[in-house]
């Protein structure tokens, strides 16, 4: 009585793991957890706009003052 | 009895041990939501990266060729002149004027050509910035930020740019050519072209490419407004 009472559990436990198993497989237990970083927003571009700004800062138009006057002194030769 | 709910009670907490990570993992499509969400919004940005940058390297040489060709039509119109000019040198008596004619001649149109390709040159940076600036509007965008204004500011600068490149572009086909008659006008004649660049390439700086780097700035203050 006492054996085949053990065998009952047994069974009911490898039953129970079972579904647990399966369970955890449906609800994708055995795939990667998303990381930390797959849930961020998405950067692709580490430029940030206090680097846009140096960078437009860094922008010199130029003065063409100092060539213009370069010739200056050729001319006052003539 | 007691055994029997002793083993019950065995079963119950390894059942519920087994069970709560899957679960766990009832809110795993949401978190499949995310990251569909997040790789779309990535890819939608990347696309705009290389669409951009597309964009910049046709820009570039297309400019770089509108130069070019801009440059050979001058040096084409401007061949009778230059070789009058030339003639009229070799003609001068004073040999030293001579040499500081031809330095003079060879040196204001390469002035010209170096400064003319130095405001493309700033063009192209400032594209590339304006490029960046769209970029990070277009992640402000899929983070739910009103881009309307940032995205305005971007199209009037990319106008300023435009007219600048075809400023500098008109730049690029004047010739500077001294014109004078006699060894006495020749100092005032080749003042007076030295004048006309002058007047020439400040024009374009304080004009046309001070408007587009204006234009640009105005942009990225309308992107920093967005505190994103």
Known sequence: ?78 | MNKKFKDILIMAVIGVVLAFPALAQTNAPLRQDVRTQAKTESEAIKAKKTELNAQLKATQEAAKKRIEAAREEAKKAVEARRTELKDKISKLRDEKKKQIATRLDEQLTRLNAQWTDHFSNVLNRLSEILGKIELRATKAETSGKDVTAVKAAIQNAKAAIETARTSVETQAKKTYVATFSSETGLGAAFKAVRDQLHKDLFGLRDGAMKSAREAVQNSLQALKSLNF
Do not use: C, H
């Open chain 1, 1 to 78: 009585m006492n054996t085949s009472k053990t065998w009952v559990w047994v069974i009911i436990i490898i039953a129970a793991l079972a579904l647990v198993g399966w369970a955890a497989w449906y609800y994708g237990f055995f795939s990667p957890v998303a990381t930390k970083e797959g849930v961020q927003q998405p950067v692709l571009d580490r430029d940030t706009t206090a680097d846009i700004s140096n960078d437009l800062n860094s922008v010199d138009v130029g003065n063409p003052d100092q060539d213009l006057k370069n010739l200056d002194a050729d001319l006052n030769q003539l």
